[in-house]
């Protein structure tokens, strides 16, 4: 299975809103990360988790809250957002090391309105 | 900026035509990789090339890399309307990973 799933496909919340995007692998990686994409952009990224331990914070906002429950689990809590916070956020998933490709999930279309 | 930068930012092209795309990149790599997206979709993989590599081949594919110049190529040969979708390097990998701003190819059918 090299299906990297994430629920919702799209989520329209208010800034006052809590909610969650969830990720879901069953390759056996050990990195998951975080991305974030506006429209005609490449995607940035957000976070990185190695062996369930964040390694990577690029500097998000703390509205932005990722949590690694397990081995093949991602979630990425909202809180507070704005509307600059829109966008299509995409989960994936690799073997920990920079010469191993990356595995994408669809993605999660995000608006806040 | 570690971005690397892609040209053309879009490329429209008849079927069976093909296609070349450029990246550049600005600071030294391990191995750079080439994705493909289409429209509001995640992201695949398309070939990995390492520093120490000239060309690579998959398919259709075909990847350079000149590390002299600090630039990478992708070309498609005889393309296909179904390779319409938009193109983006990746210098590094895993927790380094810094894609290009890509290239949108458009192929006519």
């Known amino acids: 299975d090299t299906e990297v799933t994430q629920t919702p496909k799209h989520l329209v919340m208010g800034m006052t809103n809590k909610k969650s995007l969830k990720c879901e692998q069953h390759?056996?990686?050990?990195?998951m990360y975080w991305y974030k994409q506006k429209a005609k952009k490449p995607p940035e990224l957000m976070f990185v988790?190695?062996?369930?331990?964040?390694?990577i914070n690029e500097s998000v906002p703390s509205r932005f809250s990722p949590e690694c429950p397990n081995s093949s689990l991602l979630n990425l809590h909202l809180h507070a957002l704005q509307p600059e916070d829109s966008a299509l956020y995409l989960c994936?998933?690799?073997?920990?090391?920079?010469?191993?490709?990356?595995?994408f999930g669809p993605g999660t279309r995000l608006t806040v309105t | 900026s570690q971005q690397g930068e892609e040209d053309p930012q879009a490329l429209s092209i008849q079927e069976g035509e093909n296609a070349t795309m450029n990246c550049s990149y600005k600071?030294?790599?391990?191995?750079l990789q080439w994705y493909r997206q289409n429209s509001g979709r995640g992201l695949v993989h398309l070939i990995l090339?390492?520093?120490?590599?000239r060309e690579k081949h998959s398919g259709r594919l075909r990847v350079t890399l000149d590390t002299s110049k600090k630039s990478s190529s992708l070309l498609i040969t005889a393309s296909r309307a179904a390779d319409t979708a938009s193109y983006f390097c990746?210098?590094?990998?895993?927790?380094?990973?810094?894609f290009g701003a890509g290239t949108r190819l458009f192929v006519k059918a």
């Open positions: 390759m056996g990686h050990r990195a």
């Open positions: 988790y190695s062996y369930e331990k964040l390694s």
């Open positions: 600071t030294s790599i391990n191995n």
């Open positions: 090339i390492r520093s120490n590599e």
């Open positions: 990746a210098k590094d990998g895993g927790f380094k990973t810094i």
């Open positions: 994936a998933s690799s073997q920990p090391l920079s010469s191993y490709e990356q595995y």
